[in-house]
């Protein structure tokens, strides 16, 4: 167990899933004095009465939303000063985090982690990151095709759910009193499928009692990224077995690898016409029409999304790689004579599905002349 002293407890979920609920039933529980910090104070109707009464402190924390990252600087700059003020009052037992909606909560922890080990003389840890999971919306959108057209606003809605489902050691399942018995074990089925270790936590309304979010091992940051199917794919799988990997609940999953790149309009016409088959998809891949673009290609259900990331390393200029050859020699140990560090590398993870035909149509995709 850590030998710092203040707790930190990151809250995640969709927007909907009942984050603020359960900060309002953990500060009327009067069993340990709570700060608590939000992204929006007009989300959160807190009584005031209540805060009163317990005596808790609420402060208010804007969070900015970057991409590539730059969360991460936001967080040690910004947010984490907030974070060492409230734990220098020595009353403060715990700080829970209500984290925005749409963050990804790797990027938040890896900013705690990142922060704890480089600062000797703080008082907090992180303790767990718990994900929200709206089970109704759950089992009427993603085991039941998902979300459709009209529900996703900007087409990468599901990902991030499944994101923030992924990333957690700790999954309250809440709204369970909107679903059967039956129902509910199919949801708790299918979120095994994509992540095997976190506590479920059933409750309804938000009701889950603070001890047992407290009263636990401590976070640990590779242990909980190494939960996912997706990183259990790659650590897992052999690359050239004709079979897919299959766990325990009857899920899937294969790691496709090709230096050559993809012809866009190809693939563009193999993610139109996706097999319904798999349920969840991630990595990185490239272009024949742009050498120089890392693009991240993510899919869950009927969704699917191609996102434009950072460099290709060697797409960099001469110098510019020279001097990190020079410094960072190890990086040309998977260094291609022809493509340099470009690779496609994708996880598919499915149920029911000839892995031969799906690999058949990605190399069908697969620009020729490259």
């Not at 900060?23 to 959160?44: P, Y």
């Not at 990027?107 to 718990?130: C, H, P, Q, W």
């Not at 242990?223 to 990997?245: G, T, W």
């Not at 496709?256 to 016409?273: C, G, L, Q, T």
Request: charged content about 30%; proline content about 1%.
């Amino acid at each position: 167990m850590s030998t710092r002293e203040v707790p930190i407890v990151i809250i995640t979920g969709y927007l909907g899933s009942g984050k603020t609920t359960l900060m309002q039933n953990i500060l009327k529980q009067e069993k340990r004095k709570i700060a608590l910090i939000v992204n929006d104070m007009g989300s959160i109707n807190i009584d005031a009465s209540i805060l009163d009464k317990t005596g808790n402190r609420v402060t208010q924390v804007e969070m900015v939303e970057m991409q590539n990252g730059c969360i991460c600087c936001t967080l040690r700059d910004e947010f984490m000063t907030e974070i060492e003020r409230l734990s220098a009052d020595k009353s403060i037992e715990a700080i829970f985090v209500e984290a925005s909606g749409i963050s990804e909560p790797s990027s938040i922890a890896g900013a705690f982690v990142n922060y704890e080990e480089m600062t000797e003389d703080t008082r907090v840890y992180l303790k767990s990151v718990v994900s929200v999971v709206d089970v109704d919306r759950i089992y009427r959108e993603f085991l039941h095709d998902l979300v459709s057209d009209e529900d996703a606003e900007d087409g990468d809605v599901i990902n991030l759910i499944m994101d923030q489902i992924e990333f957690c050691n700790i999954m309250i399942l809440n709204k369970t009193d909107l679903l059967t018995a039956e129902q509910l074990e199919e949801v708790k089925t299918g979120l095994r499928g994509l992540q095997q270790e976190a506590e479920m936590i059933q409750c309804v309304n938000g009701d889950v009692d603070l001890e047992v979010i407290l009263d636990r091992e401590d976070f640990d940051f590779e242990e909980v990224e190494a939960y996912s199917a997706v990183q259990r794919a790659l650590n897992n799988c052999e690359h050239d077995d004709e079979k897919a990997c299959v766990d325990e609940y009857g899920i899937s999953s294969f790691v496709f690898e090709e230096r050559k790149p993809f012809n866009r309009e190809a693939f563009n016409r193999f993610v139109d016409d996706y097999p319904e088959v798999l349920i969840r998809t991630k990595g990185y891949i490239w272009f024949s029409d742009d050498w120089k673009h890392v693009q991240l290609f993510e899919q869950a259900g009927r969704n699917a999304s191609v996102t434009e990331l950072s460099e290709w390393v060697s797409a960099w200029t001469e110098d510019e790689l020279d001097q990190l050859v020079n410094d960072y020699p190890d990086i040309k140990d998977d260094w291609d004579d022809t493509y340099g560090d470009r690779l496609n590398q994708v996880v598919f993870i499915g149920k029911g599905y000839e892995k031969a035909e799906i690999v058949k149509q990605l190399y069908d995709c697969i620009e020729k002349d490259a």
